[in-house]
């Protein structure tokens, strides 16, 4: 991040009264806490904040401060609105609709698309979190321990507990910072990572009972009677896509799954060596090299087919 982008934030801050953050639907750790630190950071200078994710916060982040704070819906009139974790617009769902071009964009995916009047993307970050905490110490910004602790829970998710290839020094000096600014990092790991739900256990169960695997291709599928079934709440895997992932006999892993407005959420895992970016964009979706989504309209069984052949391609290095 150079350093005029930076003081473009700061000034853009600066000016702000009222302040709209959105983040991804499905949020992930990063899209929470970065939405809501972010969020914590500008109420510290005194401005009003409304904080929106289209699907709320999942419970499995039910424990991190304000998290009943952030609504569904932007309704009102805004100074800034800032756009975290998102590699283009569409990711965040509907509730701009009624709005312009968002003004801040502050992201780490490489397919960002740029989408926003200024665009805070930074590819070396393991997660949107790393950006913002950067950004609040190059414009001495006020941290707390509230602060710290959506920061490490962002960190933490996105690096899949720093084991991820592209967790550096620098994400674990910053991890370090925020377990000194109070952040209970054992803590924090357990509630967002160590425990699962018994409905998401049951959920991964019937996942798991149809896993296939050819060729180092391993794939899944949750219809939307598996989530009836197992009564999992979420419109995700659960997760599932990361189990799938620790497969020995594997260099690339997908979940499908089913929702209810006809199109079907891809979830792509890669060994290092593998960009599953590419295959994911080709799709209309995003990410990173070794973990990508897209949204895909279609049938399971359709989307099914054409990702996988897509993706095999891929795998061969004939796509
Ligand atoms: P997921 O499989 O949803 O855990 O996402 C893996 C990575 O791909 C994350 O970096 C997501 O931000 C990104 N991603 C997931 N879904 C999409 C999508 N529909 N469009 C763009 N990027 C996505
Ligand atoms: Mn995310
Ligand atoms: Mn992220």
């Not at 079934?229 to 799938?244: E, H, Q």
């Amino acid at each position: 991040m150079n350093k005029e982008n930076i003081q473009a934030f700061g000034n853009l801050v600066e000016r702000a009264d009222r302040i709209l953050i959105i983040s991804h639907t499905r949020p992930d750790g990063d899209a929470v806490g970065s939405l809501i630190g972010l969020g914590l950071i500008f109420e510290e200078l005194g401005k009003k904040v409304n904080l929106v994710l289209e699907d709320g916060v999942p419970k499995v982040f039910h424990h991190l401060p304000s998290y009943d704070r952030v609504f569904r819906e932007a309704a009102g009139v805004y100074d800034l609105i800032v756009v975290v974790d998102c590699s283009d617009i569409d990711r965040i769902g509907n509730v701009l609709d009624d709005y312009g071009e968002p003004d801040v964009n502050i992201d780490h995916h490489p397919t960002n698309t740029c989408f926003a009047g200024l665009n805070l993307v930074q590819e070396t970050a393991v997660a949107t979190v790393e950006i913002i905490y950067d950004l609040a110490v190059a414009l001495s910004l006020p941290l707390n321990q509230s602060i710290a602790e959506v920061f490490l829970t962002g960190l933490l998710t996105d690096s899949l507990g720093f084991r991820t290839s592209n967790t550096t020094p620098k994400a674990l000096r910053i991890a370090a910072e925020l377990q000194e600014l109070g952040a209970d990092l054992p803590f924090l790991y357990r509630k967002a990572m160590g425990e699962k739900s018994l409905e998401a256990v049951k959920y991964w169960g019937l996942g798991l009972s149809r896993i296939n695997l050819e060729d180092r291709l391993v794939w899944t599928s949750l219809s939307l009677e598996d989530r009836k079934k197992a009564d999992y709440p979420g419109r995700d895997d659960a997760d599932l896509i990361n189990l799938l992932a620790s497969i020995k006999e594997t260099d690339i892993s997908l979940v499908f799954v089913e929702q209810k407005n006809g199109t079907v959420k891809v979830s792509w895992r890669a060994r290092p060596g593998f960009d599953v970016s590419k295959t994911a964009l080709e799709f209309g979706g995003g990410g990173h090299k070794p973990a990508a989504g897209a949204e895909i309209k279609g049938s399971l069984e359709q989307v099914q087919e054409d990702v996988i052949k897509a993706t095999r391609h891929a795998l061969n290095g004939t796509g």
